[in-house]
């Protein structure tokens, strides 16, 4: 049984920064990929990050891209989101996933399709105020 545990978010101030970490437990192997998600208020979730277990290769979306960053540390099993310089939209609740079995390139090209990954966490708000 795959299951995802993200920590607890919180309030942020524009501009500021905020660390999430995802605990992954069921499957740890390197072919994986292991992705993070948010939606807004009235919008759809979208993917913001991905990274390949195996590779440690990294996938952004544009609109976060120079400002978040995802690692990872396979010791612990856990992914990590670094969110930096952030801004009102970035609000809003985060979710990581996994793709156990994904290949890089399939990461790569379809790290932002929520229909491409099988287990999900149940995710964590963050709040960013002015």
């Known amino acids: 049984q795959v299951q995802l545990k993200e920590s607890e978010g919180g309030s942020v101030q524009v501009g500021g920064s905020l660390k999430l970490s995802c605990a992954v437990s069921g499957y740890t192997y390197s072919r994986n990929c292991l992705g993070w998600f948010r939606q807004a208020p009235g919008k759809e979730r979208e993917g913001v990050a991905a990274i390949y277990v195996g590779s440690g290769n990294t996938y952004y979306t544009d609109s976060v891209k120079e400002r978040f960053t995802i690692s990872q540390d396979r010791a612990k099993d856990t992914v990590y989101l670094h969110l930096n310089s952030v801004k009102p939209e970035d609000t809003g609740m985060y979710y990581c996933?996994?793709?156990?079995?994904?290949?890089?390139?399939?990461?790569?090209?379809?790290?932002?399709?929520?229909?491409?990954?099988?287990?999900w966490g149940q995710g964590t708000q963050v709040t960013v105020v002015s």
């Open positions: 996933a996994s793709r156990p079995g994904s290949t890089d390139g399939g990461c790569k090209k379809r790290f932002n399709r929520e229909n491409e990954y099988r287990y």
